[in-house]
């Protein structure tokens, strides 16, 4: 079976709901693929810049962005710590999303807002155009380029069948692992990898409450090696990513967290720390499961002789 669209947009991540919802908002029609069922499990962005918001302005829907459920009086504070037990560092104060004035140079302020908020709103738009055709579990396994049109074959994940289309034009937006762009040979120029890390999406109401760092979006936890693992608030709420830092030949210092050690370095007695609150309440480190009340959480206090007072 041979199906024909003038656009095929391949990949429904934000970038590619994006282009589907720009062409559907002009009238232009396109068909966008996604070989997964458009759950998000793992949002990696959470923020959106002033220059997208500008975007979602134009297309009318900068007040669902707006208006998604991070609550807007979560602080977004910068906070530099050796663990939640031990020494802050220092703190970078950031109110609420609610809170933070526009800018000078735009209409549109950033908006905290994770991809599992942000592409169901973006792909609500898309979808509102009859324009716009959206399969999911429909992936690209090749192409080839014609005089005149592009001749994908795509795979129906679920029944494994295959089946031809046809397009003037074939766009990937198919993210950092690029069918399309390694099919045409297009090479990544620059470093391939920012940083390496593992990451935990763990879930946890009054997360807060468990430690005396208060609220922030952000944790970097400093070691004698730097900064050896960050975590950050997913949805100002209950949900957040744990990412521990790695190297190229060393995946992430995740075996140090999850085995305590006695008579170990300054550094792992924190991790070792964190490894018994987290095993305490078993578990609360699955991206499903909501960790019990902090009163159960066995105590566990900071021994440091030389604990300072809060910078902040
Ligand atoms: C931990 C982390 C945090 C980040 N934080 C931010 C942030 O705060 N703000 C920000 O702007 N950016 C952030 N980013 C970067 C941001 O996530 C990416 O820039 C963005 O996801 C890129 O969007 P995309 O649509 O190009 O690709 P992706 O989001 O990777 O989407 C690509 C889509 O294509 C689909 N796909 C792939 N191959 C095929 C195929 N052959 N057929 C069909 N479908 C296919 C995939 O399933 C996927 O849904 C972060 C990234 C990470 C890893």
Partial sequence: MTDR?????????????????????????????????????????DLIG????????????????????????????????????????????????????????SPQKRERVPQDMFDPIIKRFATSFPAVTLHHHTELVTFEEKPDRVVATVRDNLSDATRVIESDYLV???????????????????????????????????????????????FIFIGPEGTWLTIVAINGADRFRMSIVGTPTRSSTARTISVPRSGAPWARISTTRSSRSCAGCGASWLPTATAPPASSWPAIPCTSPRRPARLA
């Fill in 5 to 45: 669209t003038p656009i095929l947009i391949v990949g429904a991540g934000p970038v590619g709901l994006a282009l589907a919802g720009d062409l559907g908002w002009r009238g232009v029609p396109c068909t966008l693929i996604e070989k997964t069922d458009g759950r998000i499990d793992h949002p990696k962005m």
């Fill in 50 to 105: 002033v220059r997208t918001m500008e975007f979602c302005r134009r297309w009318g829907i900068a007040d669902w962005v707006r208006d998604a459920p991070y609550p807007g009086d979560y602080p977004q504070d910068y906070v530099w710590l050796t663990a939640f037990t031990g020494y802050e560092l220092g703190r970078e104060q950031f109110p609420g999303r609610a809170f933070e004035a526009l800018p000078p140079e």
């Fill in 172 to 218: 990937g937006t198919d993210g950092g692992a690029s069918t399309v762009r390694e099919r045409l040979g297009i090479r990544m120029s620059g470093h391939p990898a920012l940083t390496y890390t593992t990451n935990v999406i763990f879930r946890c109401r009054d997360f807060h409450l468990l430690h005396d760092k208060g609220k922030g979006y952000r």
